[in-house]
């Protein structure tokens, strides 16, 4: 019985490896099997991410001193991360068809650190986002809601004392000691639209040093690194190389939004990857408890909510205990924000309800439901609305079709949580390059070739402004060679019972 068991899983592992071998020649060409199978591929992608740190760094400088212009820096920026996307992905695909070996590991964990370390001086160029979290931090650092008063009505009572009857005078002073952070905060006459869990993170950088980029990267850096230590942890959960971290820990579009341009997407990363190893050993209450964390750094864990109810809980009191403790925690994060929101200048309320940027799944469904409305003689202005209810409708069905099922496994879990989260980015009005990073450490661990390909296309964004056609060729290639590979691994998985339920 123990031979035929070993036979089988021989096998197993023979088709998924026949597998990959298909899905990387489809990828990039029947070329890559005439190449030699050493480990080029793997040091070729690691000198692609050193270089393109070492260019972000250089760019950042030559811009800060006033030597390039800033259309010369947008043209270098977008070029650079474009062709570190293209030969990262490369040379990893071509690594991917070589046995993994006992020194991948440290020389993935070396190169990306020292890429990180190259950034640490770069200014940011192209983003601002992290001056409002400065702000944040430091509102947060005083005890205060960060979720009531608004950058603009310090701004307002540095100008003119008169302005200050409605904001605490340890703000105003507080809002003295930044020196220009107040001037460069986006949207400063709305809120914040940061969760408490972000709002913690921001004040603790704060209290390592005020107003410090520098503090902010650290702690960022923290939470990067316990995203791909996590990530160990969960390959050696799946069976998987070890060296699949390479896809996160290398990521072109990882080092320039997160190490280089300091946004905080990445606090989310360990909190949902603690979450679901939590779930796989039906760790029901601290599962919840984890979620709700992750949900108060940014929203949109909670689409994994059924999923994981479906791998931890197999009986109605364990369901009800997990979404008792997540109501609770939840309330406790978000009763704050709540009350911010009655301060009328709530971005949350702003986000949700008329931002978008950088779409193109909503942008369609808005602009087919406005033709709509005017072939039936209606207002259009209710194809906004109308575009967000339709999105949440296709992700709602996704969340279903993903959970309707047992899910029997961590390979599984990973799967279908990645379908998940690709589905909120993908039918999302806000598609910002480092909303992509949500995905990320579960493309490590179940790697999908077209989803992988936006670290090349993403960059495009920069363009977006002044080209707004070139959201189409970010995203309609990966749409159309998502939707081939999934309809491709669904007919294969059909034939193989390793793969079943895998799409």
């Known amino acids: ?173 507080l809002a003295r000691t930044s020196g220009q952070n107040m001037q460069s905060i986006n949207h400063p006459d709305l809120s914040t639209i940061y969760p408490a869990t972000a709002q913690a993170v921001f004040a603790i950088a704060y209290w390592i040093k005020p107003w410090s980029l520098a503090a902010l990267r650290a702690v960022l850096l923290l939470f990067d690194s316990a995203t791909v230590l996590l990530l160990i942890v969960l390959l050696r959960s799946m069976n998987r190389p070890l060296h699949g971290i390479a896809w996160y820990w290398w990521n072109p579009l990882l080092l320039r939004e997160v190490s280089h341009s300091a946004h905080m997407d990445v606090i989310v990363l360990p909190f949902v990857l603690i979450a679901l190893l939590l779930a796989v050993r039906r760790s029901t209450m601290l599962a919840s408890l984890i979620l709700a964390l992750a949900v108060g750094a940014k929203v949109w864990p909670i689409v994994l909510i059924p999923l994981l109810i479906r791998m931890a809980a197999r009986r109605l009191s364990e369901v009800v205990r997990f979404l008792a403790i997540f109501v609770v925690a939840s309330t406790v994060l978000w009763l704050p924000v709540v009350m911010g929101m009655l301060a009328g200048s709530s971005g949350f309320l702003a986000y949700a309800s008329t931002w978008y940027n950088n779409d193109a799944v909503f942008r369609a469904i808005e602009w087919l439901t406005q033709r709509g409305l005017v072939a039936f003689k209606l207002n259009p202005g209710f194809a906004p609305p109308m575009a967000r209810l339709i999105v949440s409708g296709l992700l709602a069905g996704c969340i279903i079709q993903q959970t309707r099922r047992l899910v029997p496994n961590v390979t599984e879990l990973v799967r279908r949580s990645l379908l998940i989260i690709a589905a909120v980015f993908m039918l999302s009005p806000t598609q910002f390059p480092w909303y992509y990073l949500w995905m990320l450490p579960l493309l490590a661990a179940a790697p999908r070739l ?47 019972p390793v793969l079943a339920g895998g799409i």
């Open 1 to 173: 019985m123990q031979e035929e068991m070993q036979r089988s899983r021989s096998s197993a592992q023979t088709r998924q490896g026949a597998l990959l071998q298909a899905c990387v020649s489809d990828a990039y060409g029947s070329a890559i099997d005439k190449w030699p199978r050493g480990s080029l591929g793997l040091y070729a992608a690691g000198f692609t991410i050193l270089a393109y740190s070492a260019t972000l760094a250089l760019v950042s400088k030559y811009r800060n001193d006033g030597a390039i212009v800033i259309e010369t820096t947008r043209w270098l920026l977008v070029a650079a991360s474009v062709i570190a996307g293209v030969l990262f992905l490369t040379g990893l695909c071509w690594a991917r068809v070589r046995p993994a070996r006992s020194t991948d590991l440290a020389i993935i964990i070396t190169v990306g650190l020292a890429a990180r370390i190259i950034l640490i001086p770069a200014a940011p160029i192209f983003v601002s986002d992290f001056y409002r979290y400065l702000w944040d931090g430091a509102v947060t650092a005083t005890g205060t809601n960060p979720w009531i008063h608004t950058p603009q009505s310090m701004l307002s009572a540095l100008a003119d004392p008169a302005n200050s009857r409605d904001v605490p005078p340890h703000l105003v002073e």
């Open 450 to 496: 077209s989803l992988l390909t936006y670290t090349a296309l993403l960059p495009l964004y920069y363009f977006h402004y002044d080209f707004p056609w070139i959201v189409w060729v970010e995203h309609l290639p990966i749409l159309a060679w998502f939707l081939i590979e999934t309809r491709k691994l669904k007919r294969q998985s059909e034939a193989s």
